[in-house]
């Protein structure tokens, strides 16, 4: 599964902010339809993202596109003008019911045959964002060629009437419950906005608590969100040496039979073990080992 440690959200409308976002190295770019995008501004915001998609190279980056939320009356729209130039994945915001995405998915399907592209190369994300989805989380999950939930924690506590925090525990619950989910069907869990871009210290503190949760990556709304949060969901060179060390020692400790076994002075079994492998699956990911 492609890595996404970083998602960057860039305005639709604005191919400057493209155009700066392609240089940036972040694992995925997504073009905005939505919040980002005023009202009458949505007609030129899918000119602009349909010619960034003809014309810019964005090499090992993934190039995304979220649309407008299904029954806005705008996402029609949005899905014509951009499928046929074939990002990498749809985001859907907003998404409360399994049906709602079934349509979609058949659309994705359709333009895969139409044009001749592999089977399942349009990939779909959604967003988790108001207390009925996080209901519903077990039925879309399961959905076909879904690939990443992604949790909106603004919109999910202003739809609870929740006080945004720096620590963020009036999220905790429905954090945790996307990470669950997402895990229970092979997903991807990516993490809360923090809105302050300028608080560089805050962000790393809250992407590391989301690693530690077991997001596989962040949303970025600004440039220097990208290292921070990169980094934050990208195992150190020690992290990889003790898990790659762990895993071998486990190797070696089957052979002769033993299942539980000390490694510097700490007991080591599967649970370990198997965090291990995580660290090394998220290296890999990230190109690091």
């Not at 909106?152 to 506590?157: C, M, P």
Request: charged share 25%.
């Amino acid at each position: 599964m492609r890595a996404r440690r970083g998602l960057l959200y860039v305005p639709g409308d604005d191919r400057h902010k493209i155009d700066k976002a392609i240089t940036l190295g972040v694992d995925s770019i997504c073009l905005d339809l939505e919040d980002s995008v005023a009202p009458n501004r949505k007609t030129a915001a899918r000119q602009t993202i349909q010619a960034a998609l003809r014309e810019l190279f964005f090499g090992k980056t993934e190039k995304l596109v979220r649309i407008n939320p299904l029954g806005s009356g705008m996402d029609a729209d949005d899905l014509k003008t951009v499928l046929p130039d074939h990002p990498d994945g749809i985001v859907i915001p907003k998404v409360e019911e399994r049906r709602a995405l079934l349509g979609i998915i058949r659309q994705l399907e359709a333009a895969e045959i139409e044009y001749g592209w592999p089977v399942n190369s349009i990939r779909l994300l959604i967003g988790i964002e108001t207390p009925r989805a996080i209901l519903n989380l077990r039925e879309l999950a399961a959905l076909p060629r879904l690939d990443a939930l992604i949790f909106g924690g603004e919109d999910f506590a202003a739809s609870i009437g929740a006080t945004r925090t720096q620590s963020a525990s009036e999220l905790t619950y429905a954090r945790q419950a996307v990470v669950v989910a997402a895990a229970a069907y092979g997903l991807q869990a990516i993490d809360i906005v923090n809105i302050d871009f300028k608080d560089i210290e805050s962000l790393r503190q809250e992407a590391a608590a989301g690693a530690r949760l077991g997001y596989a990556g962040k949303q970025i709304i600004h440039p220097a969100q990208v290292d921070p949060v990169q980094t934050a969901f990208t195992p150190d060179e020690q992290a990889v040496s003790d898990a790659r060390r762990l895993v071998e020692a486990f190797a070696a400790h089957q052979k002769g039979g033993a299942a539980v076994f000390a490694v510097e002075g700490k007991m080591i079994d599967m649970p370990l073990v198997r965090q291990a492998h995580n660290v090394l699956d998220r290296a890999r990911a990230a190109g690091k080992a």
